[in-house]
């Protein structure tokens, strides 16, 4: 399942990462080399190079804002930029979006950019065999226009204010390319070298670029299945840095070592416990606060991930515009646990089955959770599943008492408007906001609406958000302008220089 | 012989077909469903069911193993359901790493268990004939990839003399540095391998140390090495060539674990990720070609020994 909603991340995203907010020691003496190729390590191999025939995350990393560009680029801290959109026009119902494409835009094959393309491309994430998870989210669309080349116009069925961020998922790829799961044509700034599948992807800068060129020569993607050979591989000099360190125990090598640099940045994954709100006992606010406010977060985060990562008390991520933070909501409170669990009826605490993903750090977690909770009466019993069970038992068939999962993406707190996803939230008040967000007018109107449905959410501790993972990124010293949070496991490269 | 060596090459091909079906069922007893794996958090029951038809997995399982085995005949392993790509070229292209791998894992294994065994058997009452069978005892205990972590702290971390894992980009083409990161991997198979292929060796040669002939040979007034090279080695070559051809299959497998631990593309890495996503046609397609493998190299074991050991011939034809 963490492939699932990774690759729901991944499938979908398809935009361009922005001039990424820096990071990386700015390495203080020697020049930059622009003729320096970026060795970059990873964990996330493509599985095709087609971000809407199920690709992967790893299609995401090495190709979107490298290879392909949308209208839109989501920027490293959040932001939604205009990207092959020189220019937008949207009509006061909100419904008509009128769009200026970028002049003198060439594909890497040579062939212009026409508002054809644009237009081929959107359809191509909502086209039927599509598996982009953007697809539900751009069925607003109700037709295209293309009155000239450089002007495409789309009219929507109803107003939807974050159709533009929808659209920073959307590659631009020319609409006469072909076999799109093992090359590729876009207008990024650079284009698709080598691809030897169980090994390294290739990016070479496109010296045609349309705006401001990569600042290396190229880029390649060396590709691990085992973390420790990654890390090897960065002693050894093999990769300059890391994308995405997935375990805490390997970092110390490098937190005290001159030669590197460990960033932590913000991601958008969250662990979560969720409940199942519709049945007993969770479907009782007080027995879900109670819950929420016997485990120690701090102390779980802290256990698991050591100095790194975040308690945000709540489902938005820092990187979302609607971020607050709500850990003093349902905080840790022992005593006030047990008051609650005896006002809802469960004076002796209860028993629950929490079923608990094999890998980590779900094993892990549920054991730190059966003993908090074990000091407030209640007995968890850990039912261990695989990935597969997972999704047919619990997301399927909605067949559970409480669970644990991984949630990558940005702005998905607005699935607790939906009383039919797996955890059975359904306040009405909360889907309404969620409903009045998306047909606002402007985006503070928006993010207003959903700070209040957030709160609401978080009160009622529709799950229990545990902590937000740290995005760790560790380069050598000698490298710069890599980005550092990975929004929707973007990795930008055009950037990144070594020196 | 020729009656041997078609009852031999039946029961090969009986043997393959057996672990075609084999294959095939337990592939499909796991759990899970290869159409989830493809599929976005939100799929609804359609796109579901449209998946599994665009994948055939809707098919039922009897008309699923007869296209394979059609197809298979045709040398076509299938379409790898996640990459879309032919999985027979897939591995082809991982083969120019995972075969030299083993080769010269096994050819060193060998190089090494061969003289070390008859040492620790010719010397068994010595201290240090002792001390070699207790190092080969320990080293069968010792699980291949974490000899392979140790290698590579010492010779790739510490000293920094060899890549810690990976293959050039260039592949073979880059010769010196795709040779230099085979280096460690075919230690730690071959470390792991001679050290079991040792004790075989060892019982071998230590049975006809004892053997009557040998012990007339001396009598004739050879000395016990002339005696054991011109009477003993041949014979206790028949019980080792047929545990080498097993050693050979073992290798092949051992080379596929440690490729993950050096990163290096071959098949290890391909059905690693294969199983991870439930990708069937991938896992059949390198799990049919280690299984011929291993039945092929037993095959041919066999037919070796018996041309090492005419008796045998005889023994089996009777």
Known sequence: MRRLLASLAAVTALSVLAACGGGGSSSADGKADGAATIQVGSVYEPQNLDNTA??????????????????FKLTDDGKVEPLLAKDQKVSDDGLTYTFTLQPN?????????????????????????????????????????????????????????????????????????????????????????????????TLTRNDSY?????????????????????????????????????????????KNNDSYKVNDGKSTTKLLLAFNDKVAPFNKVEVRQAITQAIDKKKLLTSIWGE????????????????????????????????????????????????????????????????????????????????????????????????????????????????????????????????????????????????????????????????????????????SGYPLNGLNSQFPAYDIVKS | MTRYLLRRTAILIGSLFGAAVALFVLLRLLPGDPANALLPVGATPEQIEAARRELGTNEPLLTQFWTWLGDLFSGDLGTSLISKLPVAPEIAARLPVTVPLTLAAFVLAVVVAVPVGTLAAVRADRWYGVVLNAVAQFGIAVPAFWVGLLLVTAFALRLQVLPAGGFPTGGWADFGPAVESLVLPVVTVALVMSASLIRYVRAAVLEVKGADYLRTARSLGASPARALWRHGLRNAAVPVIAVLAMELATTFLGAVVVESVFALPGLGGLLVKGIGEHDFPVIQGVMLVSTATVLVVGFLGDVSQRLVDPRLLHRSAS
């Open chain 1, 54 to 71: 199920g690709g992967g995350q790893g299609v995401t990393e090495a190709l979107n804002g490298n290879v392909y560009e949308g209208l």
């Open chain 1, 308 to 479: 790194y990562g975040t308690v945000i008390g709540s489902m938005v991520p820092p990187t979302d515009p609607w971020y607050e933070d709500l850990t003093s909501v349902n905080a840790y409170d022992v005593a006030a646990a047990k008051t609650k669990l005896a006002a809802a009826g469960f004076p002796n605490g209860f028993t629950f089955t929490l079923d608990t993903p094999n890998y980590d750090p779900h094993p892990t977690a549920a054991t730190f959770i059966k003993s908090e909770l074990a000091k407030v009466g209640v007995t968890v019993n850990i039912n261990t599943i695989t990935a597969d069970q997972w999704y047919e038992k619990v997301y399927q068939k909605r067949d559970f008492q409480a669970t644990m999962q991984e949630h990558v993406n940005d702005r998905d707190v607005v699935w607790y408007g939906d009383p039919t996803f797996y955890w059975g939230y359904d306040n009405k008040q909360v889907t309404s906001w969620i409903d009045q967000a998306e047909q606002a007018k402007t985006t503070d109107e928006q993010t207003a609406l959903l700070k209040q449905a957030n709160k609401q959410i978080a009160t009622d501790a529709a799950s229990d958000w545990l902590y937000l993972y740290p995005q760790i990124v560790v380069a050598s010293s000698k490298l």
């Open chain 1, 210 to 254: 349309w705006g401001t060129p990569a600042k290396n020569a190229g880029v390649v993607f060396h590709y691990y299945t085992d973390a420790t050979a990654l890390n090897n591989a960065l002693l050894t000099n093999a990769v300059d840095v890391v994308t995405s360190e997935q375990s805490p125990d390997a970092l110390a090598q490098f």
């Open chain 1, 105 to 201: 835009v060439k594909f890497h094959s040579g062939k212009a950019l026409t508002s054809a393309d644009v237009k081929a491309s959107i359809e191509r994430v909502t086209a039927e065999n599509s598996k982009s998870a953007r697809k539900s989210n751009l069925s607003v669309v109700k037709s295209i226009a293309t009155p000239d080349d450089s002007t495409v116009v789309v009219t929507l069925s109803k107003r939807s204010i974050s159709f533009v961020y929808n659209l920073s998922y959307v590659w631009v790829v020319n609409s006469a390319a072909t076999d799109l799961t093992t090359k590729a044509d876009g207008t990024g700034p650079y284009k698709l070298g080598e691809w030897k599948r169980g090994s390294t992807l």
